[in-house]
């Protein structure tokens, strides 16, 4: 608990510099909504919830605007229904945690539903009170919600985050011009035999890379990882996690779990054991390892939906999207969600939390299969590929690691440091690691 005291002040701190820059505060509060019976008095229908007019806000880091008839036409009857005004806010995202600290700290809050990634909000924004827990303003037992909040939205018991969908699509991303030209196994076709493991991508990711014009030096690789990212994924396709966190809040370290430490070991091993990692010419360019996959010089990339819309733009070769290899110790395939997962959350002093839950459940359709499949559409196009995004739903496995960002950071510098650099052991790494990962990790809340 004692760090999340100094995580609230240095959030405070940051607001009270937006709040130096806001002109003064409307202090006005609207009327309380008036709740009342539908009924039908000569004709005219009475509204069941009157909001006399009052501007409901939505904050995001995009526009969420509608702009289809369908949608235009439901916020409309929604607006007419509860008698209020439905406002999209746009707050860019390196400034919507510092803009919605502020406004609630003026007890204003930006809006009336914010949208956050969930590791920017859960825990911190749960332990430092400044979102509420919604559970009995929605029914979430309902079988509508996507069951990932549970993993995403979920604090010490409570609900404090919600979503109408998780289209949690991510995995590897393949270089099919690669994979034919060097008469490679087809990864989709593996996957769908139940042979996409872990043993299979690191032989198909070593013949990928080769010398191809004889100088002595690589010309194509096997894998290109932005950031080191790959290890987390890794662990969660070999059924394990980095962090567990229990009904109580309490967040346990499990990297010395056999099982993530299989996995740490075989991160290790991909750069230095099967030497298929294409190296890293700037470790701050986050671009770089996907710029180097759409100029087709590596096989395999693990990215999100947003690099396959990338790829789309930029490459001239064909490329496949397939689950993360299987781990040993797995069942089955699963979807990595990490920083990525987003929920919105209510915030202290919502004017109208209850009327808040009613419009967002008016508004927003759950389990649309048209909007999936026009945002699968927008990245991929080959049968095989939307077969595969087709089957990612409802297999996302959750790391809330990232949240806890002192120990996240500790881990990626030591494991890169000492695993990847200087090839220690995975397990002698655990060991030595864990005393102090879980002492920073209970001194974060």
Same mark, same amino acid.
């Given at each position: 608990m004692k760090n999340s005291v100094v995580k609230l002040f240095a959030l405070i701190l940051s607001a009270f510099f937006v709040l130096l820059s806001l002109p003064g505060c409307n202090k006005k509060n609207s009327a309380q909504a008036e709740e009342n019976i539908e009924a039908t008095v000569n004709g005219t229908t009475v509204r069941e919830i009157d909001m006399e007019g009052y501007t409901f806000k939505i904050a995001q880091w995009w526009d969420a605007s509608p702009n289809e008839q369908g949608e235009i036409a439901r916020h409309k009857a929604v607006e007419e229904k509860y008698n209020c005004k439905i406002e999209y806010v746009i707050i860019p995202f390196h400034q919507i945690v510092s803009k919605f600290t502020s406004s609630v700290l003026s007890e204003e809050p930006v809006a009336d539903i914010i949208l956050f990634e969930a590791v920017n909000a859960i825990p911190v924004f749960a332990e430092?009170?400044?979102?509420?827990?919604?559970?009995?303003?929605?029914?979430?037992?309902?079988p509508k919600w996507p069951p990932i909040i549970k993993q995403t939205g979920r604090y010490k018991g409570r609900q404090y985050g919600f979503t109408n969908y998780s289209w949690d699509v991510a995995g590897i991303y393949y270089n099919k011009e690669i994979i034919h030209n060097e008469g490679l196994p087809d990864p989709f076709t593996l996957q769908e035999e139940g042979k996409w493991t872990w043993e299979k991508f690191a032989e198909i990711a070593q013949k990928a890379t080769k010398d191809i014009d004889g100088d002595g030096i690589n010309d194509q690789w096997g894998l290109a990882i932005q950031g080191h990212n790959l290890f987390s994924p890794l662990i969660l396709s070999n059924d394990a996690n980095i962090i567990e966190i229990d009904e109580t809040g309490k967040a346990t370290l499990t990297l010395d779990d056999p099982k993530a430490i299989e996995a740490l070991q075989f991160f290790a091993d991909l750069h230095?054991?099967?030497?298929?990692?294409?190296?890293?010419?700037? +470790?701050? #360019?986050?671009?770089?390892?996907?710029? &180097?996959?759409? $100029?087709?010089? !590596?096989?395999?990339?693990?990215?999100?939906?947003?690099?396959?819309?990338?790829?789309?733009?930029?490459?001239?070769?064909?490329?496949?999207?397939?689950?993360?290899?299987?781990?040993?110790? +797995?069942? #089955?395939?699963?979807?990595?969600?990490? &920083?990525?997962? $987003?929920?919105? !959350?209510?915030?202290?002093?919502a004017k109208y939390p209850k009327e808040a839950a009613m419009i967002f459940e008016k508004l927003f359709s759950f389990n649309d299969t048209e909007a999936f499949k026009?945002?699968?559409?927008?990245?991929?196009?080959?049968?095989?590929?939307?077969?595969?995004?087709?089957?990612?739903?409802?297999?996302g496995k959750v790391t809330m690691f990232h949240a806890y960002t002192g120990f996240s950071d500790m881990l990626y510098s030591k494991l890169v440091d000492e695993v990847v650099t200087n090839n220690v052991p995975a397990e002698i790494f655990v060991r030595s690691f864990k005393d102090e990962a879980q002492e920073t990790i209970d001194n974060e809340y």
């Open positions: 430092s009170g400044f979102i509420i827990p919604v559970d009995e303003y929605f029914d979430f037992s309902d230095n054991k099967y030497k298929v990692v294409m190296p890293v010419i700037d +470790a701050d #360019d986050w671009h770089e390892a996907p710029r &180097n996959f759409s $100029k087709g010089k !590596v096989a395999f990339f693990f990215g999100q939906g947003w690099d396959g819309q990338d790829f789309r733009k930029a490459m001239d070769r064909d490329y496949g999207l397939v689950f993360m290899p299987k781990g040993p110790k +797995a069942l #089955d395939y699963i979807v990595p969600v990490q &920083n990525e997962a $987003k929920i919105y !959350v209510m915030p202290k002093h026009s945002y699968i559409d927008s990245f991929l196009y080959s049968e095989a590929d939307l077969i595969t995004a087709y089957k990612m739903r409802g297999k």
